[in-house]
């Protein structure tokens, strides 16, 4: 956000989480207002459920209230909150999350991610990343997004042996480099207590697609989705006629599905500094003709957006009960098991289970959440489903379980399955298939053709 400090920048040392170093951003309430209004009309805009915000002032709460505030004014009371993480490590600037109470909910407490975790952070040159997990409203389902700010790649870190390589990456690629492998180090060991695989990385980590920390990222199953979804050709920031983009979206494996889109709004890397919030070298004439309350050049990074359509998931679970053998397997796979076997699927999943009787046994049907005599049918996943498959004994293979034929005077030794042993005109197997009795000739299938 290009400094949000709501301690005005007149030159005292009276900003940041301990009041004791400079401010920055607006030098005057005037410009802060312009600056403020500008990010406002921005954030109104792109009306994100959650966003990640960078470059405001590390105080306790008054930074990131203020921004509540006015953005409420125009989207309504209580559109919008934020996550009340106080003050985060020791810069003058920290990043935020603010997000929408009537769509999203906080899971959990934030996790911070600095140098307690990992040495080889180096908190002091990359900034601390804030996690946290949300809930969406609508499917209840569950994601967590960590925004970041990594070292910027002008400024050395020659007090970690970490100098220009000049290799194109700027100074502190080691640095960026060593964040990133434990920023994904962080997220395996799911550092809010989530339970769920759903990551979003999000935020500036001052380094363009192909360098060496964003590999170190996508090396660990993340999805680069600005290069996804806008190709070679996606810039967020301009420096000296060049563009590129040094703010990414990464998201781990299972949350890739269920991203829908990704792109950059060209307000800020397009626009020409003269038509910021400042107010310095403008004339009374230019204080007005070269500004708006509009999203434009709000900042000096553009913004990016991701759409989400979170999975809901359902439990298959198949239990094999009866004293004969067999297997069940699905399509699509996760089901493949000779005893009892869970697997999850994405809400509406059709599923096909398939029943295998073993040698010298039958199936002899399906039970629980549904009951169905063939082998092969098709669950659709609208709830959770528990069902079982019954495999018995048919030591004469004739299609007939052998505790069928016992009780009903059959010989279980003996492939007797198209004898009519009631005369009824209806083979034993017609009967067994349709649960009529083969000894009464008044009791036989009325959908079947006597033989």
């Known amino acids: 956000m290009l400094n949000y400090f709501d301690g005005i920048d007149t030159g005292s ?25 500008k990010i406002v009309a921005a954030i109104v805009a792109i009306d994100a459920d959650i966003v990640g915000l960078m470059e405001i002032e590390n105080n306790d709460t008054s930074s990131v209230q203020d921004l509540i505030d006015a953005i409420n004014a125009i989207a309504g009371a209580g559109t919008y909150n934020f996550v009340d993480t106080g003050t985060i490590g020791d810069y003058a600037i920290k990043v935020a999350f603010i997000y929408k109470p009537g769509t999203v909910t906080l899971v959990g407490s934030f996790a911070v991610l600095d140098d307690s975790y990992d040495a080889n952070y180096h908190e002091e040159k ?33 007090s970690l042996g970490d100098p220009d390589a000049n290799d194109g990456q700027g ?44 590999t170190a990222i996508t090396n660990a199953s993340y999805t680069n ?4 979804y806008m190709g070679d050709d996606a810039y967020s920031y301009g420096d000296d006629g060049m563009w590129g983009y040094l703010d990414h979206a990464l998201s781990s494996s299972t949350l890739t599905p269920q991203v829908t889109g990704c792109t950059e709004w060209h307000i800020n890397s397009d626009e020409p500094t003269v038509l910021d919030y400042n107010e310095e070298s ?50 699509p796979t996760g089901i493949d098991c000779e005893s009892n076997c869970t697997e999850t699927y994405n809400h509406l999943t059709s599923v096909r289970l398939e029943a295998q009787a073993g040698i010298g046994s039958v199936f ?3 039970s629980g959440s549904f ?49 009519d042993l ?30």
Request: glycine share 8%; aromatic share 8%; proline share 5%.
């Open 282 to 331: 403008k004339s009374a004439g230019q204080l007005t003709s070269l500004y708006n309350d509009d999203p434009y050049r709000a900042s000096d990074h553009d913004p990016v957006i991701i759409g989400l359509r979170l999975f809901s998931y359902n439990d298959l679970t198949v239990s094999l009960n009866g004293d004969g053998d067999g297997s069940v397997t699905s399509y």
């Open 171 to 214: 100074n502190c690629n080691l640095t960026r480099i060593s964040g990133a492998e434990v920023l994904v180090n962080w997220l395996s060991n799911d550092p809010t207590s989530s339970g769920d695989t759903d990551f979003l990385i999000i935020g500036a980590l001052n380094c363009y697609a192909m360098e060496d920390p964003i």
């Open 371 to 419: 009951t169905n005599s063939n082998e092969t049918v098709y669950v659709r996943m609208s709830t959770d489903i528990n069902c079982t498959a019954t495999f018995n004994i048919d030591s004469d293979l004739d299609g007939m379980p052998d505790s069928w034929e016992d009780a009903n005077g059959l010989n279980s030794s003996l492939n007797d399955a198209d004898l």
């Open 364 to 366: 002899t049907g399906w």
């Open 422 to 451: 009631d005369g009824d005109g209806f083979s034993n197997i017609e009967e067994y298939r349709k649960g009529t009795d083969p000894n009464d000739p008044n009791s036989h299938p009325h959908d079947f053709t006597p033989l």
């Open 13 to 37: 040392s009276d900003c940041g989480p301990n009041s004791d170093q400079d401010c920055r951003g607006a030098d005057s309430v005037s410009e802060f207002t312009r600056q403020k209004n």
């Open 126 to 158: 990359n900034r601390p990343a804030l996690a946290q997990t949300f809930k969406e409203a609508g499917t209840n389902q569950k994601f967590t997004v960590v925004v970041n700010h990594f070292k910027f790649r002008d400024s050395d870190c020659n």
């Open 225 to 228: 989705l600005i290069y996804s």
